[in-house]
């Protein structure tokens, strides 16, 4: 795995290294037979430590805000998925310092499964109880919603299996639930004369079709389909079925959620003839996994009357040219939790489509960047899309 690793430095301070959070440990390769753990009396102190970043890195947004832990809770579970003992809960309100992440346990020598969980939501109505997991089915099983993050708290969650024994250290690492869309400029650069000259508005940008739950792989492709929760179906909504829920629309619209998916207020005026807008923009969305072959745009929200669920999360440029409303509609990957897809120029040649949920051809060409640092970047493109 990568992305930002903690690790304890020289000094006893933090060191960057690579994963989002970290949690440390004393631990050796020492086996046990059978998973099993060791005699009693047979037992070692265990200290679990999990870093806080002090860099700054991303456009838009800072490598601080995306990787800051306000709270987080340790978990101890046995080879075979019985929680050991109570969790335990480390918080602050001001973010994780060097001096407060520390955890010791006491426990034998044996085979162990950890879990950790950061920026969870202590209020509302996705408010997470640390001791609801009461095993690790419990931990694996649970669906986690987008609306559970928030710019300066994104939701973390990770575990691993691992060998307690006399000496050495062991790492276990923690990801964000969310994939990340990020553009990074906006080119206007029309191919024909007749709109070099005209009014260009760049109004607002957001994502439609919009997955809200994340939850793991212990939910198949039906329950992602037909039971998941999204969000802007096939356009951006301002009031009435923002939310849909596989079979019907659910009435309302969440401001948590457009914090997340979008800014609605840019109304930036750049020229028709090469101009550029520099201001750069991240978006925030749960994986998912429509690819480009199944992705039926304009099709029905649904699975009745010859709908489908199939659309992929799309981002969408809502502009204004010559007084008309035009969409600039950028489809994303397929996608998966904790990776960024960025957009560094998104150049629009022409008028774009009417429709939020169609893609109009040789109007807008996307220039995409592999992911940096703590972010993972699997789709890689050579040449412009």
């Known amino acids: ?36 753990i060791g005699e009693e009396g047979d037992v070692i102190s265990v200290e679990f430590r999990l870093g806080s970043p002090d860099a700054t890195r991303m456009v838009g947004v800072t490598d601080a805000e995306e990787s800051n832990v306000e709270r987080w809770v340790l ?27 520390s955890v010791v346990r006491t ?33 694996s099983g649970k ?9 300066n708290s994104l939701f973390m969650l990770g575990g691993t299996g691992m060998t307690i024994g006399d000496s050495g250290t062991r790492y276990i690492s923690v990801e964000r639930i969310v994939a990340k869309a990020e553009v990074t400029k906006v080119t206007v650069n029309m191919s024909e004369d007749i709109w070099k000259a005209k009014a260009f508005i760049l109004k607002r940008m957001y994502l439609t079709n919009v997955c809200t739950l994340y939850a793991g792989s212990v939910y198949g492709s039906d329950w992602f389909w037909a039971r998941n929760l999204w969000y802007n179906t096939m356009g951006y909504h301002t009031s009435g079925s923002g939310y849909y829920n596989g079979s019907e629309a659910v009435s309302g619209t969440s401001e948590a959620m457009d914090a997340l998916t979008g800014d609605d207020s840019i109304n930036a005026v750049i020229t028709a003839d090469g101009g550029t807008y520099e201001t750069a923009h991240t978006f925030y969305f749960c994986p998912n996994i429509v690819t480009e072959e199944q992705d039926q ?9 010859g709908g489908s669920c199939y659309h992929r999360t799309r981002l969408v440029l809502e502009c204004s040219l010559d007084g008309t409303t035009y969409y600039y509609v950028v489809s ?49 493109v050579t040449e412009n899309s």
């Open 75 to 101: 978990y101890v579970f046995t080879r075979g998925g019985s929680l050991i003992g109570e969790p335990t809960v480390v918080e602050s309100s001001g973010g994780i310092s060097a001096g407060e992440q």
């Open 1 to 36: 795995m990568k992305g930002l690793i903690y690790r304890i430095g020289s000094a006893g301070k933090m060191a960057l290294t690579g994963l989002i959070g970290v949690i440390i440990l004393s631990a050796c390769n020492k086996s046990f037979p059978n998973g099993s």
């Open 332 to 380: 994303l990957p397929p996608s998966e939790r904790n990776n960024s897809y960025i957009m560094s120029d998104v150049t629009i040649s022409r008028p774009g489509s009417t429709d939020p949920e169609v893609e109009t051809p040789g109007a807008v060409t996307v220039t995409w960047e592999t992911a940096t640092d703590d972010w993972y970047g699997p789709y890689t």
């Open 107 to 139: 426990l034998a020598k044996g085979q162990y499964r950890i879990s950790a969980v950061c920026n969870y939501p202590t209020s509302g109505d996705d408010v997470f109880d640390p001791s609801d997991i009461t095993s690790y089915s419990d931990f």
């Open 143 to 151: 669906k986690y919603a987008l609306v559970s993050n928030k710019r």
């Open 297 to 305: 745009p304009g099709a029905l929200w649904s699975w009745e009357n």
